[in-house]
């Protein structure tokens, strides 16, 4: 009778085990909210006080329909040193790559821009990654909302700008950039909250370069993030 309960046991101890989710191999570890935040300040110049002026000249109406909109219209991936990246080494890179070369650290590829290898640290978790397979290039102001507050109005050259400018363009965990979707800081905030300020610098700064409005509930979340500068 033992022996039957101790293997029972046992089967049922491996079962439990099967059921747990493995750890992504791809990360590596965590940093600290600060310095995970400190990524969103690559590719950017501006500043949160400036931000902050610049969030009070913004038009604020409710967004456009969504009507006709496909993010095909905006052409991403296109030629970095076409639309604002350094020459050197992004002039083999596509946008997507030449933000992925930005933000990581010790990152090779080949001579082509792809096949690229480093680790990258994530803004708005916190995680740290060494598979770029993981990293997604999360457009700053989502190409949906971009849409709905002025962009459809653009013409198809503005869009592949928007689409392409390495100020608009962020490298984040995929999930996390999923999660956020074509949602403003009233709907959707990084969970780490050390990223707040520079997001909200961030976000507002790329609105203010390209004449997009702001609705009254996503100016007053940006007002709230700039709480924590």
Same mark, same amino acid.
């Given at each position: %009778?033992?022996?039957?309960?101790?293997?029972?046991?046992?089967?049922?101890?491996?079962?439990?085990?099967?059921?747990?989710?493995?750890?992504?191999?791809?990360?590596?570890?965590?940093?600290?909210?600060?310095?995970?935040?400190?990524?969103?300040?690559?590719? %950017?110049?501006?500043?949160?006080? &400036?931000?902050?002026?610049?969030?009070?000249?913004?038009?604020?109406?409710? &967004?456009?329909?969504?009507?006709?909109?496909?993010?095909?219209?905006?052409?991403?991936?296109?030629?970095?040193?076409?639309?604002?990246?350094?020459?050197?080494?992004?002039?083999?890179?596509?946008?997507?790559?030449?933000?992925?070369?930005?933000?990581?650290?010790?990152? &090779? %590829?080949?001579?082509?821009?792809?096949?690229?290898?480093?680790?990258?640290?994530?803004?708005?978790?916190?995680?740290?990654?060494?598979?770029?397979?993981?990293?997604?290039?999360?457009?700053?102001?989502?190409?949906?909302?971009?849409?709905?507050?002025?962009?459809?109005?653009?013409?198809?050259?503005?869009?592949?700008?928007?689409?392409?400018?390495?100020?608009?363009?962020?490298?984040?965990?995929?999930?996390?950039? &999923?999660?956020?979707?074509?949602?403003?800081?009233?709907?959707?905030?990084?969970?780490?909250?050390?990223?707040?300020?520079?997001?909200?610098?961030?976000?507002?700064?790329?609105?203010?370069?390209?004449?997009?409005?702001?609705?009254?509930?996503?100016?007053?979340?940006?007002?709230? %993030?700039?709480?924590?500068?």
């Amino acid at each position: %009778m033992k022996r039957r309960t101790l293997i029972a046991f046992s089967l049922t101890t491996v079962l439990a085990a099967a059921t747990v989710t493995p750890a992504e191999a791809s990360q590596i570890g965590t940093v600290s909210g600060a310095t995970a935040a400190n990524q969103l300040k690559l590719g %950017m110049s501006g500043t949160s006080t &400036q931000a902050k002026s610049d969030l009070a000249t913004l038009t604020v109406k409710a &967004q456009d329909p969504m009507t006709g909109y496909s993010r095909d219209l905006f052409p991403h991936w296109r030629d970095a040193s076409t639309w604002g990246w350094p020459v050197a080494p992004n002039d083999a890179c596509n946008a997507r790559n030449a933000a992925l070369y930005r933000d990581g650290q010790n990152v &090779q %590829m080949s001579s082509t821009c792809t096949n690229l290898t480093g680790t990258w640290i994530d803004p708005y978790g916190a995680g740290k990654y060494n598979a770029a397979s993981d990293i997604d290039i999360d457009h700053m102001v989502p190409l949906g909302n971009a849409w709905a507050t002025g962009a459809d109005n653009w013409t198809t050259t503005k869009r592949t700008q928007y689409a392409n400018d390495p100020l608009v363009l962020v490298s984040a965990k995929d999930t996390l950039n &999923q999660s956020k979707g074509d949602k403003d800081p009233s709907v959707w905030k990084p969970p780490n909250t050390a990223a707040y300020c520079l997001y909200a610098t961030r976000w507002v700064l790329v609105k203010k370069k390209y004449n997009l409005w702001v609705t009254s509930a996503e100016k007053s979340a940006l007002n709230t %993030m700039f709480g924590s500068c």
